[in-house]
């Protein structure tokens, strides 16, 4: 990348540009995991993130993005907010109270080249602006959880067989002030 990636709040002009990296990655993320072929769920996904964007865009609602621009393009998108329904059934409602670091998409071409590392970093110094020391994130998709785990260490919890066999769901529960660069 021979251009800077710029991370920063998204703007209503950059609506387009955001459902775009949903609808490209949210797919991609369902066809590289074998469940492609799950059209219903892959088109509520893309619609859920939609819906959550406009709302805190529009609404200054409880969640909160940052994008990634690279060449005037959104390449990349992270969220905040409320713990999620899947949390908080996992846990049984132990991280209730405990924000969420989610929607973070990286467009597949733009992977693996630090874009996700500098989302992720950016929200964490934000998070620790905001006095929000802990959050929580979780995943079922077998390649983020890899991931996941070198980033963030072992999960907080790990829920067995959740998306059938052998498809664990895996919560992981963090301080921001152990991910702040020094």
């Known amino acids: 990348m021979n251009h800077?990636?710029?991370?920063?709040?998204p703007y209503l002009e950059d609506l387009d540009g955001v459902y775009q990296v949903f609808e490209t990655v949210i797919r991609d993320a369902f066809e590289k995991?074998?469940?492609g072929h799950l059209e219903e769920e892959i088109?509520?996904?893309?619609?859920?993130?939609k819906r959550m964007l406009k709302e805190a865009m529009i609404n200054q609602s409880s969640v909160f993005f940052l994008v990634a621009r690279w060449k005037d393009q959104v390449i990349g998108t992270i969220s905040f907010g409320p713990c999620g329904e899947i949390?908080?059934?996992c846990t049984d409602g132990a991280l209730e109270n405990i924000g969420e670091l989610g929607s973070l998409f990286v467009l597949p071409e733009l992977q693996n080249q630090g874009v996700g590392s500098k989302l992720i970093h950016a929200m964490i110094r934000e998070l620790h602006r905001r006095g929000t020391e802990n959050f929580?994130?979780?995943?079922?998709?077998k390649r983020a959880q890899k991931r996941?785990?070198?980033k963030?260490?072992?999960?907080?919890s790990i829920v067995k067989d959740y998306?059938?066999?052998?498809?664990?769901?895996m919560i992981w529960l963090c301080k921001a002030s152990d991910f702040l660069r020094k």
């Open 4 to 9: 800077v990636v710029q991370i920063e709040k």
């Open 33 to 35: 995991e074998g469940l």
């Open 43 to 49: 088109t509520g996904e893309i619609l859920h993130k």
């Open 87 to 89: 949390i908080r059934e």
């Open 136 to 141: 929580c994130l979780d995943s079922g998709y």
């Open 148 to 150: 996941w785990v070198r």
């Open 152 to 156: 963030f260490g072992e999960p907080y």
């Open 163 to 169: 998306w059938g066999e052998g498809s664990d769901h």
